[in-house]
């Protein structure tokens, strides 16, 4: 079974630009989760899909960022327009919940090292 | 607000000698609690959680956790230390309500294995 996946792995960007990254969950995971890590900081939550709804987007920073989960499938993040401070990893993460008695572990990807000059 | 505590940045200890990192944790309710690595160039791999019951948690790789609620600790433990566990390790907290919910990390700590 294939894990998460997380495209590109790397991103060197100048402020001002856009990116988007991209995640595709482990199949049949209905949560899909996006996390970020400043260097040297915690990783934080950004936002939690159910499907292709969001659930809670309390960690998004401001409006610059936009995530979506199309179908919910995989999901993008977009940044736009990107300044210096989004400089970091961002992980994804999916789980399948809490089903029949089982309990929810997250799964995470390798992460998208974003850096903006 | 749930928090998590690791309280030691950077940690360096001989191949084959015993390890413990250490994991404070502040919630309100009970608590899910887990152990995560990510070694160089990887992504984070899930080495053990508890959820109920028994308090030693045996993972992956060796590794054990023991949850004390009087401390709200969660603190991980390997007996002998190999240069491959050489990484980051983060502890990290969720809620136990039976809906799947964010985790709160904690900075993570980096071990280092001298030969």
């Known amino acids: 079974e294939a894990g998460v996946t997380q495209f590109p792995s790397h991103s060197v960007i100048e402020k001002g630009q856009t990116v988007t990254l991209r995640c595709d969950p482990i199949s049949g995971h209905d949560n899909l989760y996006w996390y970020r890590r400043v260097m040297g900081k915690e990783i934080k939550f950004l936002l939690h899909?159910?499907?292709?709804?969001?659930?809670?987007e309390s960690g998004m920073p401001n409006n610059r960022f936009l995530a979506e989960r199309t179908g919910g499938t995989y999901s993008t993040l977009k940044v736009q327009p990107a300044e210096l401070e989004d400089s970091g990893v961002y992980f994804c993460?999916?789980?399948?919940?809490?089903?029949?008695?089982?309990?929810?572990?997250?799964?995470f990807g390798p992460g998208t090292r974003l850096t903006v000059l | 607000a749930q928090s998590v505590t690791q309280p030691d940045i950077h940690i360096t200890v001989s191949e084959g000698a015993s390890l413990e990192l250490r994991c404070n944790y502040s919630y309100g309710a009970t608590p899910y609690l887990f152990w995560y690595v990510q070694s160089p160039g990887q992504g984070l791999q899930l080495l053990l959680k508890y959820f109920s019951g028994d308090t030693l948690v045996q993972g992956i790789k060796g590794f054990e956790a023991e949850f004390k609620r009087s401390q709200s600790s969660f603190n991980l433990r390997k007996p002998s230390v190999h240069w491959s566990d050489a990484a980051e390790y983060f502890c990290a907290v969720g809620p136990f309500t039976g809906t799947a919910s964010k985790l709160t990390f904690g900075t993570g700590t980096r071990l280092q294995v001298t030969l």
């Open positions: 993460a999916s789980s399948q919940g809490f089903l029949q008695g089982s309990t929810d572990t997250q799964y």
């Open positions: 899909f159910v499907k292709e709804s969001k659930q809670d």
